[in-house]
């Protein structure tokens, strides 16, 4: 079992940046896969970024894609997400998840059994 802590959110300027971490207990982390969602009010929680237990595979939503850069630190037990030119859609509650369920696509909820209890990230015009 792992339990997900994150951090890192705030509020920022349409343009700015931030850099969300996801520190996790547990001497398994380095075995799960990990991902970011992120739950606007009055939608659904949407994915965002994955990345492999090692590094080598990232994955990124349409919306994600080009600005947000996901990164781990297994020696450190954390995941990243680095946010760049955000918008105001980008403004949520993010939380990082790990990957239980390699039978289920990266991009789905349902492949992540632990979850953090998220931070939230708010954009201003």
């Known amino acids: 079992q792992v339990q997900l802590v994150e951090s890192g959110g705030g509020l920022v300027q349409a343009g700015g940046s931030l850099r969300l971490s996801c520190a996790a207990s547990g001497r398994t982390f380095s075995s799960y896969g990990m991902g970011w969602f992120r739950q606007a009010p009055g939608k659904e929680r949407e994915f965002v970024a994955c990345i492999s237990w090692n590094g080598a595979f990232t994955y990124y939503s349409d919306s994600a894609k080009g600005r947000f850069t996901i990164s781990r630190d297994n020696a450190k037990n954390t995941v990243y997400l680095e946010m760049n030119s955000l918008k105001p859609e980008d403004t949520a509650v993010y939380y990082c998840?790990?990957?239980?369920?390699?039978?289920?696509?990266?991009?789905?909820?349902?492949?992540?059994?632990?979850w953090g209890q998220g931070t939230q990230v708010t954009v201003s015009s």
């Open positions: 998840a790990a990957r239980t369920n390699i039978y289920l696509g990266w991009s789905t909820r349902g492949a992540y059994d632990y």
